[in-house]
T-cell receptor, first 114, second 112 residues
Framework: DSGVTQTPKHLITATGQRVTLRCSPR?????VYWYQQSLDQGLQFLIQ???????AKGNILERFSAQQFPDLHSELNLSSLELGDSALYFC?????????????FGPGTRLLVL | EDQVTQSPEALRLQEGESSSLNCSYT??????LFWYRQDPGKGPEFLFT???AGEEKEKERLKATLTKKESFLHITAPKPEDSATYLC?????????????FGAGTRLAVHP
């Protein structure tokens, strides 16, 4: 158990809908990272927040957004969902702001868009 | 173009048959390399971090090494419980900030 929690574990929704994924980092970690993992593209970095502020951006679509709250939990919002958004979404956390630090991953949320 | 390539894509070993997984990269400004293990449907589990060429790290049956162009994950006398996908990820400096790029992984199956 990495100490990173994610909810829900599974999510089934329809195209065009909007969903919110939630992540709580390990105790003491200030950075939260979001990743998307699909069969054909591997693990893709989406975005990083450090202590409430956006720190780095990867291949995140404009339909997706995230935020980190004062209690350090983070939410990833996915809107206007398409079939291709079906994937595993992972959250990871680390102590500091730099991506060179070890990241600890949560168990993931499996999203299925029908 | 910055790239991380893992080989082989899949590897089948008999229990006790040692082997190596490769992670090669064509990135400028390498700032570190991570190895993770991922079981099906679960989040990646951290194994090692390597920062400079010549560095080596060991943990149980696993040993990771780093050169200027590639990293190896050596598995000595593997057991069936070592079956998993092994991911490497490279930290590179690009466009004014650090990025983490994952390879596609090597699926390892160890049979008794």
């Amino acid at each position: 158990d990495s100490g990173v929690t994610q909810t829900p574990k599974h999510l089934i929704t329809a195209t065009g809908q909007r969903v919110t994924l939630r992540c709580s980092p390990r105790s003491g970690d200030l950075s939260v990272y979001w990743y998307q993992q699909s069969l054909d593209q591997g693990l893709q970095f989406l975005i990083q927040y450090y202590n409430g502020e956006e720190r780095a951006k990867g291949n995140i679509l404009e339909r997706f957004s995230a935020q980190q709250f004062p209690d350090l939990h983070s939410e990833l919002n996915l809107s206007s969902l398409e079939l291709g958004d079906s994937a595993l979404y992972f959250c990871a956390s680390s102590v500091g702001p730099t991506v060179q630090e070890t990241q600890y991953f949560g168990p993931g949320t499996r999203l299925l868009v029908l | 173009e910055d790239q991380v390539t893992q080989s082989p894509e899949a590897l089948r070993l008999q229990e006790g048959e040692s082997s190596s997984l490769n992670c090669s990269y064509t990135v400028s400004g390498l700032r570190g390399l991570f190895w993770y293990r991922q079981d099906p449907g679960k989040g990646p589990e951290f194994l090692f971090t390597l920062y400079s060429a010549g560095e080596e790290k060991e943990k149980e049956r696993l040993k990771a090494t780093l050169t200027k162009k590639e990293s190896f994950l050596h598995i000595t006398a593997p057991k069936p419980e070592d079956s998993a996908t092994y991911l490497c990820a490279v930290v590179m400096f690009s466009g004014g900030y650090n990025k983490l790029i994952f390879g596609a992984g090597t699926r390892l199956a160890v049979h008794p």
